[in-house]
């Protein structure tokens, strides 16, 4: 197929292209945001083609998505034009950084390669998120304006942070790609453009002079190009430690011979506390074995009833080949924290006033362009919005603190600051809020649900070893006020514990929370929940002791920044915000339809092993570079355990999920083709449906994770009712469904012509599909539809009627 090295000319066409714009924008990066210029080049142009077809200037049509990136060639062309000429121009900037250019490319075709072989032997789109994923894409596909309909509830719009989606399928449009092959390019161009800029960062957090002025023309510097690599093996690759204990529990050990562990039932992770399958194995046999690394913490309410934990890290979402927001998002949240650090290292300096006041240290366009972006997080993983608008203002501050020292000015810099960029990152998307309802609600105290030292351990310590390491050589050479950093970080935690006592005791007495607080605990009382919230801290310190020891000597560094080289500030203030991540679902959770913190350290968890990554492999890059034998031999003994552990999990992940990169069926790009294969006769029917004239689809409704709503999924036309389940999150609650699936159980089991015509009016439905799950799902009487509707499509047993 020759779709992949398509998209691969495509997205390196428009990084190339806009280069010049991110030379110019991006002064304060040593690789002037070359590695992160194919994501910077894709955001301006999906940002182009979505706001103009969203104002009707453009339509959603391949035409609009080429007139959309002339438009971006043009941008960059015009505000990058200077860039190829001048004292310094462009070209004597590549002859300099020619081995760092070399390098992005080369990691970049690899990651894509490695991805597109690894979705190549494993494409189908079955089971989890996916299917929603694909309707997604496809609805936008065939949307003829924007913003594009909902495939699972007809007459709404998507109501989703959607903003990655329409990337794909803005790829797709420009590409003549499919939606289930887009879907699995999709993963390959993400995987390839976070390796691209997990590179791009940890490069640019190292010092690289300029070359003598003597220095021949094409000479190169050595400046340290291979180590940055660290940063996408760690990000991308290096897994949990639960692959580790798999092997261990799958080979027998630990276990007695009467089937009981103390061992495995001390450590509490869902599967491995059953004995192993005989005989012994020194790989994993269990079916999908690989899930259990999403899932390692466990909580437990106060009646002991179990509460599942999501704690998803990259490696498992590319294992798992979901196209889920967070995923998407990823590209875009190491371009947030580039744009930082070219905040801190002094890019965009200027100056913002109002009223002859100056307000921030930053150039309009700077800051134009950061709200463009971090609005844009919103719009592709909401949760990722607060996190990358606090480290840009973060970064500001710190930039000012080097220099002057903390004031307590700086707070209020902070805040104006992150307020204003979210003001201004809203009305730039402004269409998208307009149309948005979500099921997270506000902050939830949280009492009971404690993460133990050994889960959080078991998460990240292939993080927290080579973290320690840096921040132990860090200590031992600055000498930090590590009283101060105790106080600072002993504080935060403290505020916390404070927060969730005083807020939980208030929302234990307000008759209005009362019952729903409290019974998401399954708490007997007010006055149990809270000594709960001591005794469980208490027996279970070690997640809360890990913690404290990581944001002692952060906050004891970052509390002298004069004193520190500068360069180790900004790597600093990545792992606080990782530590910050973790640390907030020990205290508050956001409230959803869950009623617990699966959500929110899914979701802190995710974004915390992005930060985390970046900060320890530049940590332990440092000591491999500069520290002396010992440092060195420490961190050459910290990084062969992390690799050790960590990289089981890719590679015996990857290995199972492909078959050993041998696929019984071949390979194949097409998501869909395994439907092709169990039911042809739907499929047929539904590509008769991509190429028919837009309308509402009736087909059969049912739960979540099964195979209902495939008609929508594939065609891109919406129908009435898709996964209800998945509707009702989207949008806070099943209000907007109404009565619909009873109302098409009725059409389909209704004898009555009059009843059903009701139905198709209703909704406004054109196509009624029927297929071997209608059947399943139903009575069909089918005899009203080939009375009083145009049998447009036959096969085997499966039809499509349409109304006239």
């Known amino acids: 197929m020759l779709s992949p090295l398509i998209w691969y000319l495509l997205l390196t066409l428009t990084g190339w292209m806009t280069f010049p714009l991110a030379y110019r924008l991006l002064p304060g990066l040593a690789d002037r945001g070359y590695a992160l210029s194919r994501t910077l080049g894709l955001l301006l142009w999906g940002y182009l083609f979505w706001i103009l077809a969203s104002l009707g200037v453009l339509y959603n049509t391949p035409g609009g998505v080429w007139l959309a990136w002339v438009l971006l060639a043009s941008l960059s062309f015009a505000l990058g034009r200077k860039s190829l000429r001048g004292k310094r121009p462009l070209w004597r900037w590549l002859e300099i950084r020619w081995r760092m250019v070399l390098t992005v490319e080369a990691l970049f075709a690899a990651a894509f390669i490695f991805m597109t072989l690894v979705r190549a032997a494993n494409p189908d789109i079955v089971g989890t998120e996916k299917p929603m994923e694909l309707a997604f894409i496809n609805a936008i596909l065939h949307s003829p304006a924007f913003p594009p309909h909902d495939p699972w509830l007809s007459g709404y719009a998507i109501s989703y942070y959607y903003f990655g989606y329409v990337l794909v399928a803005m790829l797709a449009k420009a590409t003549a790609t499919a939606g289930p092959v887009a879907f699995n390019l999709g993963l390959s161009a993400v995987f390839a453009l976070s390796a691209a800029g997990a590179y791009g960062v940890v490069y640019d957090l190292?010092?690289?002079?300029?070359?003598?002025?003597?220095?021949?023309?094409?000479e190169g510097v050595g400046d340290g190009a291979g180590i940055p690599l660290l940063a996408p093996l760690f990000l991308l690759l290096t897994g949990n430690l639960e692959a580790l204990l798999e092997v261990l529990h799958a080979r027998g050990l630990f276990w007695r011979p009467d089937g009981t562990s103390p061992f495995w039932a001390w450590l509490d992770i869902r599967d491995l506390v059953t004995p192993p399958q005989a005989p012994p194995s020194w790989t994993p046999t269990r079916f999908w074995w690989w899930w259990r690394a999403s899932r390692v913490l466990q909580d437990y309410s106060l009646s002991g009833a179990p509460k599942e934990i999501i704690d998803e890290f990259p490696a498992f979402s590319y294992v798992l080949g979901d196209l889920h927001p967070h995923v998407l998002a990823m590209p875009f949240a190491l371009l947030a924290a580039g744009l930082s650090l070219n905040l801190y290292r002094g890019g965009?300096?200027?100056?913002?006033?109002?009223?002859?006041?100056?307000?921030?240290h930053i150039s309009p366009l700077s800051f134009g362009l950061a709200a463009l972006l971090l609005g844009g997080m919103a719009f592709l993983n909401l949760w990722d919005f607060p996190v990358y608008v606090?480290?840009?203002?973060?970064?500001?501050?710190?930039?000012?603190?080097?220099?002057?020292?903390?004031?307590?000015?700086?707070?209020?810099?902070?805040?104006?600051?992150?307020?204003?960029?979210?003001?201004?990152?809203?009305?730039?998307y402004l269409p998208f809020y307009l149309g948005f309802s979500s099921q997270a609600g506000g902050p939830v105290p949280n009492l009971v649900y404690v993460t133990r030292g050994a889960h959080l351990w078991v998460m990240f310590g292939t993080l927290f070893v080579p973290l320690f390491l840096w921040l132990s050589y860090l200590t031992w050479r600055e000498r930090p006020p590590l009283k101060r950093g105790l106080l600072l970080g002993g504080g935060l935690l403290l505020a916390g514990f404070l927060f969730a006592l005083l807020s939980g005791a208030l929302a234990g007495m307000l008759p209005a929370v009362r019952d729903v607080f409290l019974g998401g605990m399954d708490a007997p009382s007010l006055g149990a929940a809270l000594t709960a919230a001591f005794t469980r801290r208490l027996r279970a310190p070690g997640g809360w002791?890990?913690?404290l020891a990581l944001l002692v000597p952060i906050t004891a560094l970052l509390a002298v920044p004069r004193r520190l080289p500068r360069r180790c500030l900004f790597p600093l203030l990545l792992a606080f915000f990782g530590a910050a991540l973790v640390l907030v679902p020990e205290f508050v959770f956001l409230r959803d339809q869950f009623g617990w913190r699966m959500n929110t350290i899914f979701k802190f968890?995710?974004?915390?092993?992005?930060?985390?990554?970046?900060?320890?492999?530049?940590?332990?890059?440092?000591?491999?570079?500069?520290?002396?034998?010992?440092?060195?031999?420490?961190a050459s003994l910290g990084l062969l355990l992390t690799l050790?552990?960590?990289?089981?999990?890719?590679?015996?992940?990857?290995?199972?999920?492909?078959?050993?990169?041998?696929?019984?069926?071949?390979?194949?790009?097409?998501?869909?083709?395994?439907?092709?294969?169990?039911?042809?006769?739907?499929?047929?029917?539904?590509?008769?449906?991509?190429?028919?004239?837009?309308?509402?689809?009736?087909?059969?409704?049912?739960?979540?994770?099964?195979?209902?709503?495939?008609?929508?999924?594939?065609?891109?036309?919406p129908t009435v009712l898709g996964w209800p389940?998945?509707?009702?999150?989207?949008?806070?609650?099943?209000?907007?469904?109404?009565?619909?699936?009873?109302d098409i159980r009725r059409l389909y089991e209704t004898p009555s012509w009059a009843e059903a015509e009701t139905i198709l009016r209703q909704y406004g439905v054109r196509y009624v599909f029927v297929g071997a799950l209608e059947r399943q799902a139903y009575r069909v009487n089918e005899r009203k539809f080939r009375q009083n509707m145009e049998l447009v499509f036959e096969q085997g047993e499966t039809r499509i009627y349409r109304l006239p």
């Open 725 to 742: 389940g998945h509707e009702s999150q989207w949008r806070g609650g099943a209000v907007e469904q109404g009565s619909r699936e009873t």
């Open 206 to 218: 190292f010092p690289h002079p300029q070359p003598p002025p003597l220095m021949g023309r094409g």
């Open 545 to 547: 002791l890990t913690l």
């Open 390 to 428: 606090g480290l840009f203002a973060a970064a500001y501050v710190l930039r000012q603190a080097h220099f002057h020292g903390w004031e307590w000015a700086h707070l209020g810099d902070f805040l104006s600051l992150g307020a204003a960029l979210g003001a201004a990152g809203g009305l730039l």
């Open 644 to 717: 050790g552990g960590g990289l089981l999990y890719p590679l015996l992940g990857f290995y199972t999920r492909t078959e050993g990169f041998h696929p019984p069926l071949g390979w194949n790009l097409d998501g869909g083709a395994y439907l092709e294969r169990q039911s042809p006769d739907d499929m047929a029917a539904i590509h008769w449906l991509e190429s028919a004239p837009p309308g509402t689809v009736a087909e059969a409704v049912g739960g979540s994770y099964s195979a209902f709503a495939r008609v929508a999924t594939y065609s891109g036309h």
């Open 348 to 360: 965009g300096r200027g100056r913002i006033t109002a009223g002859g006041r100056r307000l921030w």
């Open 605 to 634: 968890y995710f974004q915390g092993w992005l930060l985390f990554s970046l900060a320890a492999a530049y940590g332990i890059a440092v000591l491999l570079r500069e520290a002396d034998s010992r440092w060195k031999g420490a």
